[in-house]
């Protein structure tokens, strides 16, 4: 399995277009935020509050890290259709290598990828906001941001895998691609906060997985800047400011706590592990 994992991964980085396309979200985000979404934010929303620019690199960081874990994902599971594509994958079948050997390596190849470009694009964007005034994270912040980036890419990969499995054409694939990179950065409410949405597109994405993803990155990264932007600020300001920009999720009265969150990770990571299993067994029966 490890032979074709590394296999995988070394398809995955040689095919430059690919990458590209794995980390066009990203980018497209960035250029978002950069030309047109950050002053507007920083001249409306965000005007009077200290070390504004700050807070919100942080915000985004946090946005892109919940976005990466899915599109990467999605970009390295490309070398499975392709296998299935160009019939590859029938040499594998007829082959003594395990059918159960064959998909873990796909998982864990397209896993490794998420979590390599993710950590990649918080020492980049990190070495980018201290240049902007920022701190370094502590270590403890870089710990769990760490252990973040595993959880949420462990969901994104199981959800991702059952997706793709039922592609058996570039064209799919391509399309399905285009739609969740679109998507996902509505649904993770990185081009406009969730609180500037009607109430039942607010519902929809705090039931969305990948939202709790980025509001624990969130409450990480975000954690030292918003006490220095709002010291002295009463707490019911700081509190409705960060249901605002999703930075925590409420159910009516009640708010997610970070443990729910997980819970919801894991439940999800759980759910579309079993249907990929239930999926391989009738598809090998």
Known sequence: MRVFMKRNLKL?????????FSLLAILIIIVLYTVFLGDVWLADSMKGIP???????NWLLAGLLAVASVTTTMGAFGVMLDDKVKKINKDFNSSPIKRSSVVAGYIGSAFLV?????????VIFEIYIVSNGG??????????IILLVLLATITNTSMVYFIVSFFKSHSA?????????????????????IGAL??????????????????????VLMETPLQSSFKGIPIEYLNEFKEYMGVTFRFGNHVVTPLVSIIVLVGTA????????????????
């Open 198 to 219: 009607p109430e039942p597109v607010q519902t929809i994405i705090k039931v969305f997985p990948v939202s709790h993803a980025a509001s624990l990155f969130r409450q």
């Open 51 to 57: 070390h504004a620019d700050v807070l919100m690199n």
């Open 12 to 20: 995955f980085f040689r095919d430059r277009s690919n990458l590209f």
């Open 173 to 193: 694939f391509t399309t399905a691609s285009t739609v969740i990179g679109t998507l996902i950065g509505f649904l993770t409410g990185i081009y406009l906060p």
């Open 270 to 285: 759980v759910v579309f592990s079993s249907l990929s299993l239930l999926s391989m067994s009738r598809k090998s029966s």
């Open 135 to 144: 701190d370094w994270l502590s270590l403890t912040a870089c710990a769990e």
């Open 114 to 122: 998420a979590v390599i470009l993710s950590l990649i694009t918080v």
